[in-house]
């Protein structure tokens, strides 16, 4: 079946960088963007950025520019998501997601990796 | 960027109730909208795509209306298994509401 499988949960400290891995199944990993969502504690889900695995192409959050690099190894069908200069407001737990079967919208989801920073 | 407003942003509502979630648009985006359920420990269910199309294997109380800057999610006839968060998501540049957290009395 069509699955996104995410690495395991993260302990970093404060100004450390973590890399987060989505490996894709049960489709083609190429033209169907890959897109990173957090949820903070206590907070919403927020949409980080974009990556398509073809091309490598990439698109951020504002938010997260120059802190955040999505990149993917095709080889392996596995995307990932580097978050740098780690500070306590980035304890969140990390999704991957895509739109395999409907575009745009993300019906296809990791099952999430928590990423504690203390 | 375009920021999504949900309303309200906590609902409390009997088995069988209907109910309806708004969500608002700073921009017109179309019908590129979608709705999921996020539960606790879970990844985000996609229910709705395209405004109002039904993903695969959702029951049909769930319905989406609206396009442009407004839009609604209605459950017609509230079940216990509802219980959860509720987010809008616009994917013509990709942000989500801030949620509608529905509680079962």
């Known amino acids: 079946q069509v699955q996104l499988v995410q690495s395991g949960a993260e302990v970093k400290k404060p100004g450390a960088s973590v890399k987060v891995s989505c490996k894709a199944s049960?489709?083609?990993?190429?033209?169907?963007?890959i897109h990173w969502v957090r949820q903070a504690t206590g907070q919403g889900l927020e949409w980080m950025g974009r990556m398509t695995p073809n091309s490598g192409n990439t698109g951020y959050a504002q938010k997260f520019q120059g802190r955040v690099s999505m990149t993917r190894d095709t080889s392996t069908s596995t995307a990932y998501m580097e978050l740098s200069s780690l500070r306590s407001e980035d304890t969140a737990v990390y999704y991957c997601?895509?739109?395999?079967?409907?575009?745009?919208?993300?019906?296809?989801w990791g099952q999430g990796t928590t990423v504690a920073v203390s | 960027d375009i920021q999504m407003t949900q309303s309200p942003s906590s609902l409390s509502a009997s088995v069988g109730d209907r109910v309806t979630f708004t969500c608002r648009a700073s921009q017109t985006i179309g019908r590129r909208l979608a709705w999921y359920q996020h539960k606790p420990g879970k990844p985000p269910k996609l229910l709705i795509f395209?405004?109002?199309s039904l993903e695969t294997g959702v029951p049909s109380r769930f319905s989406g209306s609206g396009s442009e800057t407004e839009f609604t999610l209605t459950i017609s006839s509230l079940q216990s298994d509802d219980s959860a968060t509720y987010y809008c998501?616009?994917?013509?540049?990709?942000?989500f509401g801030q949620g509608t957290k529905l509680e079962i009395k």
């Open positions: 997601a895509s739109g395999v079967t409907v575009f745009g919208a993300f019906d296809v």
């Open positions: 049960g489709y083609t990993f190429g033209s169907d963007d």
């Open positions: 395209k405004a109002s």
């Open positions: 998501h616009q994917y013509v540049s990709y942000s």
